[in-house]
């Protein structure tokens, strides 16, 4: 049969504005999470990580929250440039190491 | 900055053909990973390895897969019979450490296409 590709959600943002990208994750157990930006034609890339005793970290220019209560994850990107647009993947580390990855969304940044 | 690299960037294979995908992991690192991800879909993970064996497998990690660490800094991913299905991008990934411990760096992946 045919398989049916994922629609990703698209979030387009004004070139220096903030942007949000959140992501569900599904295993309370989880114990480590990763958000990782792709580029067209490129490699999953590391932005930031965070541990389940945390519920947030910062980076440069970014900053991730995590609500284990509700399963919940997200990426803050500040002051968003062009440079920015990619699709963005959350990923849990549920045991072992297998990362598990989110569907992902695309970010689009406009001038 | 150190980066996994992988080759060739694009394969093109006849079904039923042997494919071998080609990955330099980051120097000090321990641990190797092989993922894929066919278009339009998530990541997966096909399987994990360190110390010269490896640690786990999904289910799409049959009995034609097989990985090996031929030397100090090649980590291969062998397709021994492709079928269609296995058209993807392969992408390998390496880690300081396992688990929670260490973030896995990726490569930029192989474009495998089965004809």
């Known amino acids: 049969g045919e398989s049916v590709g994922l629609h990703l959600p698209t979030l387009s943002v004004q070139e220096g504005d903030n942007s949000i990208i959140n992501c569900a994750y599904s295993?309370?157990?989880?114990?480590?999470f990763i958000w990782y930006k792709q580029e067209s034609g490129k490699g999953p890339q590391f932005i930031i990580d965070?541990?389940?005793?945390?519920d947030k970290r910062q980076g440069q220019r970014v900053t991730v929250l995590l609500n284990k209560t509700v399963k919940h994850l997200s990426l803050q990107i500040a002051a968003t440039q062009p440079g920015d647009s990619a699709v963005y993947f959350c990923a849990e580390n549920m045991y072992g190491n297998k990362l598990v990855f989110g569907a992902g969304t695309i970010l689009r940044v406009k001038s | 900055e150190p980066e996994v690299t992988q080759t060739p960037s694009h394969q093109v294979t006849q079904m039923g053909q042997e494919v071998i995908l080609r990955c330099v992991p980051i120097?000090?690192?321990?641990?190797f990973y092989w993922y894929r991800q066919i278009l339009g879909q998530k990541v997966e993970f096909l399987v994990s390895f360190y110390n010269n064996e490896i640690s786990e497998k999904s289910e799409i990690f049959d009995d034609q897969f097989s990985v090996e660490r031929p030397d100090g800094s090649n980590f291969t991913l062998k397709i021994r019979s492709t079928k269609l299905e296995d058209s993807a991008m392969y992408f390998c990934a390496s880690s300081l450490a396992g688990g929670s411990n260490q973030p896995q760096h990726f490569g930029d992946g192989t474009r495998l296409s089965i004809l």
């Open positions: 965070i541990r389940s005793n945390m």
């Open positions: 120097s000090n690192h321990l641990y």
């Open positions: 295993n309370s157990a989880s114990d480590y």
